[in-house]
């Protein structure tokens, strides 16, 4: 996904409805993007991705240098939405109890009580997942993978929506724990933030010199314009987006392709396929069509399946990127007409 792909045309205006008529939920999404537009400048493939990742039930890991937006982005997110949202800072000292939450024995009752943890929410920053150790990352696959967490042999299950929005620094920046690949594989899309292009920065300290404070969301006019019942109408639109057998076919030889690059030890296994179909088909419906073309599928290939490969140590030496590996992928594998 691409900074001009980042925006799929859709066939439906945006428009304000006449009162009393029925919320089409791709118009909601777009003004939810446009609400997002109000604090952050140019990072409109983020912004698309996040939008994906709500309408298929997954999470998103976001990574860039600290200052690209990452924790505004999500802020903001959490601001235009009618859910609730609580934030989690990882630091090297985090336990898993103080996110998953704990059992606390009360004096007055002489019996141990569950504490819900901040992830009992809908949206959940978390913040520099990368700067707390392995077993506290841990803390998050029952979570993610299971929308439960259990504790003390009892399952809990999390409100729904339940998405996991997870900052990061690069893993070659000093005093971070790199993601291992279970976690990693329950993230549904990996979106790299890069640094803004020229225009985009004069905009940002344009508006910095015009009072914007990025920690008053309210001033700068963000308020919530789509909620749950919008999702909802979405993904059973979604649900009935076709694709055909060809573009199916297209998905597997495209995972399976990895699966023998010689730059890879590991490949896309078939979590990360039925990942892929999941984002093309929400990515046709945004821009309007009840359809898959191959072209979706090589939109969403990127932020999609980069998390989900492992490059040889070789190969890395050599300069060579996942990013880089799944392109020469999707040049390589014949695309169905």
């Known amino acids: 996904m691409t900074e001009h792909d980042a925006r799929p045309t859709a066939a439906s205006g945006t428009g304000t409805l006449p009162a009393g008529?029925?919320?089409d939920p791709r118009q909601a999404?777009?003004?939810l993007r446009a609400e997002i537009a109000k604090a952050v400048v140019g990072q409109d493939s983020a912004v698309t991705g996040l939008v994906v990742a709500l309408?298929?039930?997954?999470h998103v890991l976001l990574e860039g240098v600290p200052g690209v937006a990452k924790t505004l982005l999500?802020?903001?997110l959490a601001r235009a939405l009618?859910?609730?949202t609580k934030r989690v800072q990882f630091t090297p000292d985090l336990m898993p109890g103080d996110v998953t939450g704990s059992l606390v024995y009360d004096a007055r009752t002489a019996e141990f009580s569950f504490q819900p943890g901040p992830v009992f929410t809908n949206l959940l920053l978390a913040d520099e997942i990368n700067r707390t150790p392995p077993k506290t990352q841990a803390s998050l696959l029952e979570a993610m993978e299971?929308?439960?967490?259990?504790?003390?042999g009892t399952p809990r299950p999390l409100p729904e929506p339940f998405l996991v929005a997870a900052t990061q620094n690069p893993v070659e920046y000093e005093g971070t724990y790199p993601l291992p690949e279970a976690q990693l594989d329950r993230f549904l899309l990996k979106l790299v933030l890069p640094l803004p292009a020229r225009d985009h920065e004069v905009e940002v300290l344009t508006r910095h010199a015009g009072g914007f404070d990025p920690r008053d969301l309210d001033a700068a006019g963000v308020r919530p314009v789509a909620g749950p019942e919008d999702l909802d109408a979405a993904r059973a639109e979604i649900a009935r987006v076709v694709v055909a057998p060809e573009v199916l076919a297209y998905i597997v030889d495209v995972c399976?392709?990895?699966r023998e690059s010689p730059s890879l030890s590991l490949g896309v296994s078939p979590r990360g396929a039925t990942a892929l179909l999941g984002t093309a088909r929400a990515w046709a419906w945004l821009a309007g069509r009840d359809y898959v073309t191959p072209d979706d599928v090589k939109a969403l290939a990127l932020p999609t399946l980069r998390h989900r490969v492992q490059l040889r140590p070789e190969a890395e030496m050599e300069g060579v990127t996942a990013d880089s590996v799944i392109q020469a992928v999707l040049s390589h594998v014949p695309v169905p007409r």
Do not use: H, I, K, N
Not at 55 to 58: F, P
């Open 55 to 58: 309408l298929c039930r997954g």
């Open 82 to 84: 009618r859910v609730d």
């Open 21 to 23: 008529a029925p919320r």
């Open 74 to 76: 999500v802020r903001t």
């Open 29 to 31: 999404l777009e003004a």
């Open 256 to 258: 399976r392709a990895t």
């Open 146 to 152: 299971e929308r439960q967490v259990s504790v003390d």
